[in-house]
């Protein structure tokens, strides 16, 4: 489980109905995000690739999906410090996995 919906309805103090939209507001923006990473990666851009990664570890962190917040972070990480490309291209896809959940999580509801 990627989303925990009741820590973030507790800690957001925020209605049910705007979790989700939130949360739908986030499964819109990463798809982008995550192309743009990709895209980022395949170029070698670790400019690109740090702030797509922060974006995403910020925006999981806000609603807190720590799993994805902390691959994220490694991505950032990786990125700032010009790890080999191989590794930041491994965490990317567990990220995506990690992604592809949360995404089914929001699409069930």
């Known amino acids: 489980m990627q989303i925990d919906r009741e820590r973030a309805l507790r800690e957001l103090k925020i ?3 705007m979790l ?5 507001i986030f ?3 990463t798809v982008p995000a995550l192309d743009i990473l990709g895209a980022a990666i395949n170029a070698n851009d670790y400019e690109e690739i740090r702030k797509k990664a922060h974006f995403i570890k910020g925006a999981a962190g806000n609603l807190r999906m720590e799993r994805i917040q902390g691959i994220a972070e ?7 410090e010009n790890q080999d ?5 491994a965490n990317t896809e567990k990220l ?6 949360a995404k089914k999580e929001v699409d069930r509801g």
Request: charged share 45%; aromatic share 4%; glycine share 10%.
């Open 20 to 24: 989700d939209e939130l949360l739908g």
């Open 27 to 29: 499964i819109e923006q």
């Open 74 to 80: 490694e991505i950032e990480s990786g990125a700032k």
């Open 15 to 17: 209605p049910e109905k």
């Open 96 to 101: 995506k996995e990690a992604f592809d959940e």
């Open 85 to 89: 490309i191989g590794i930041i291209k």
